[in-house]
């Protein structure tokens, strides 16, 4: 026995090992030929060096800023408000989503304000919130929570009235009750699409915030760095924010992607 598990393992280990580099060698293909194009586009003079640096001046303004600079703090106020921002619209959307999924009537009577808010541009409503809250951090996340908070709502209320009707019919077959149906049947079903709704929030209320910072008031911010380095036409700056802002929204994505697959991993079973 001993035997035969000896000669699987270091038979079996390189090959997994090869399946997964084999799998990174197609995720790193797509960054290369973007930077390859972008340095062809630099060196070539395709675009004007006034409005194209080179990549290798860019990622390397990145890491500058970033070690020692003002980069890093402008990262952490605008991850430090996005997340405020979306824990604001986790805590209240999701319940808000689940109740109004609960019943076909409640939805329907405020289906045509959810859908009229969540077809506003968020930014449309920067001047009622600055009314309300002033120039400060609270209207940057209010105005994010908004725009996420509604994304959540709809989403989370679309999964709940969705529900597998075949689990809710076998539920009550076996004599569930009707908290019992909605606890644990009417709730799981709904997280799949709750979660979509999540990951499109997350991004959305990043975008707000960023906007937010360009133009309401902050003193730190990557929005406010991207402003700031464009008047001085520090483009290289330029470039490399909008490189931590990219690097910040993949990073939520992913984050994201990882608790959806931990938390519903019996999707599709």
Same mark, same amino acid.
């Given at each position: 026995?001993?035997? &035969?598990?000896?000669?699987?393992?270091?038979?079996?280990?390189?090959?997994? !090992?090869?399946?997964? %580099?084999?799998?990174?060698?197609?995720?790193?293909?797509?960054?290369?030929?973007?930077?390859?194009?972008? /340095?062809?586009?630099?060196?070539?003079?395709?675009?004007?060096?006034?409005?194209?640096?080179?990549?290798?001046?860019?990622?390397?303004?990145?890491?500058?800023?970033?070690?020692?600079?003002?980069?890093?703090?402008?990262?952490?106020?605008?991850?430090?408000?996005?997340?405020?921002?979306?824990?604001?619209?986790? $805590?209240?959307? *999701?319940?808000?989503? +689940?109740?109004?999924?609960?019943?076909?009537?409640i939805y329907s009577?405020?289906?045509?304000?959810?859908?009229?808010?969540?077809?506003?541009?968020?930014?449309?409503?920067?001047?009622?919130?600055?009314?309300?809250?002033?120039?400060?951090?609270?209207t940057h996340v209010? +105005?994010?929570?908004?725009?996420?908070?509604?994304?959540? &709502?709809?989403?989370?209320?679309?999964?709940?009235?969705?529900?597998?009707?075949?689990?809710?019919?076998?539920?009550?077959?076996?004599?569930?009750?009707?908290?019992? *149906?909605?606890?644990?049947?009417?709730?799981?079903?709904? %997280?799949?699409q709750t979660f979509?709704? +999540?990951?499109?929030? $997350?991004? %959305?209320?990043? $975008? &707000?915030? !960023? &906007?937010?910072?360009?133009?309401?008031?902050?003193?730190?911010?990557?929005?406010?760095?991207?402003?700031?380095?464009?008047?001085?036409?520090?483009?290289?700056?330029?470039?490399?924010?909008? %490189?931590?802002?990219?690097?910040?929204?993949?990073?939520?994505?992913?984050?994201?992607?990882?608790?959806?697959?931990?938390? $519903?991993? /019996?999707?599709?079973?």
């Amino acid at each position: 026995m001993s035997t &035969v598990t000896g000669s699987i393992v270091p038979s079996t280990l390189p090959r997994l !090992i090869l399946t997964k %580099l084999f799998a990174w060698r197609f995720f790193v293909i797509g960054p290369i030929v973007v930077l390859a194009l972008w /340095w062809v586009a630099a060196a070539g003079d395709w675009v004007s060096p006034k409005l194209l640096p080179g990549p290798w001046e860019t990622l390397g303004e990145l890491a500058t800023s970033t070690l020692g600079g003002q980069l890093h703090s402008d990262f952490l106020a605008t991850l430090y408000r996005t997340l405020k921002a979306v824990g604001i619209a986790l $805590v209240i959307g *999701i319940p808000a989503g +689940v109740a109004l999924g609960a019943s076909q009537a409640i939805y329907s009577s405020v289906e045509f304000i959810v859908d009229f808010f969540r077809s506003t541009p968020a930014t449309a409503m920067f001047p009622l919130f600055i009314l309300i809250f002033g120039l400060n951090d609270t209207t940057h996340v209010a +105005v994010a929570a908004f725009a996420a908070g509604l994304v959540i &709502v709809f989403n989370c209320a679309y999964g709940v009235l969705n529900a597998r009707k075949t689990r809710i019919q076998a539920a009550k077959v076996m004599g569930a009750s009707r908290w019992r *149906i909605f606890k644990d049947v009417m709730i799981y079903e709904s %997280l799949p699409q709750t979660f979509v709704g +999540v990951r499109t929030a $997350v991004s %959305l209320a990043l $975008v &707000v915030i !960023i &906007v937010a910072e360009m133009f309401i008031g902050v003193d730190t911010g990557l929005g406010k760095r991207i402003i700031d380095s464009q008047q001085v036409y520090d483009l290289q700056a330029v470039y490399a924010t909008i %490189l931590a802002t990219g690097i910040m929204g993949y990073g939520f994505n992913g984050v994201s992607l990882l608790l959806e697959r931990y938390i $519903v991993r /019996w999707k599709g079973q």
